[in-house]
């Protein structure tokens, strides 16, 4: 038996933030008010209205894709049955080079070896991967500066690299950096198996022992 599933995330809700031809005329006025010259001259502010600036928050976030998939098989006969099954999960997250990771596989059998013995074994053992799925806290976090950087402020510099610097905004990490640059990933394994024989010496009287064994 086969079953699956995908789906879909994004961010509920972005911070409605001035844009770029705004926010330079406000970064004048400013300075204006402060006696120091203008940062931004008239023909940037008109090409920051006409063609826009820097939507961080846009450069952060993504449309998150998911699937599951499931596969199992059931059988037996009148003195032996099993059940297996195997899961992958593959989640992506809403910030950009993040997402989590998962395999399972179970295997339960039970046999009956005779009118009084019967076996059973399960078995269970999964493997998980996280990247990036901790981004951090105040300067350090990708979306806290992606909300810090101006929007005349461009991601990338003339020759290709990340702009190190925000000279208006955020004396603080480029939040593509901080999300590309770096790699935090964490990865873990667990693996379960549990046996046991009962024995029926006579009716409404068994003997049931049981073993476990854990791997982590």
Same mark, same amino acid.
């Given at each position: 038996?086969?079953? +699956? ?47 826009? +600036?820097? $939507? ?15 596969? +199992? ?50 078995? &269970? ?7 990036? &799925?901790?981004? +951090?806290?105040?300067?350090? $976090? ?10 005349? &402020? ?37 693996? $379960? ?22 791997? &982590?």
């Amino acid at each position: 038996e086969y079953q +699956g599933q995908a789906s879909i995330s994004n961010v509920i809700y972005k911070y409605d933030l001035l844009n770029a031809g705004d926010f330079a005329t406000i970064v004048n006025e400013k300075n204006e008010a402060l006696d120091l010259n203008p940062a931004f001259t008239q023909q940037e502010i008109d090409s920051y209205y006409q063609n826009g +600036g820097t $939507n961080w928050q846009d450069a952060v976030y993504r449309t998150a894709f998911s699937n599951e998939h499931q596969l +199992g098989f059931s059988g037996g006969d009148e003195k032996t049955t099993f059940l297996i099954s195997a899961n992958f999960l593959d989640q992506e997250g809403i910030i950009k080079n993040s997402g989590f990771k998962r395999y399972t596989l179970r295997s339960n059998v039970t046999s009956e070896i005779n009118d009084k013995l019967v076996f059973r074994i399960n078995l &269970t053992g999964a493997s998980m991967a996280n990247l990036n &799925t901790y981004a +951090g806290y105040a300067t350090n $976090n990708p979306v806290v500066q992606s909300l810090a950087w101006a929007p005349t &402020t461009p991601m990338y510099d003339e020759n290709g690299n990340y702009t190190m610097n925000d000279p208006i905004g955020s004396l603080k990490y480029n939040p593509l950096a901080l999300i590309y640059d770096r790699e935090n990933k964490i990865e873990r394994s667990f693996a $379960n198996a549990v046996s046991g024989l009962r024995y029926e010496f006579v009716k409404g009287l068994t003997f049931d022992v049981q073993l476990a064994l854990d791997y &982590t």
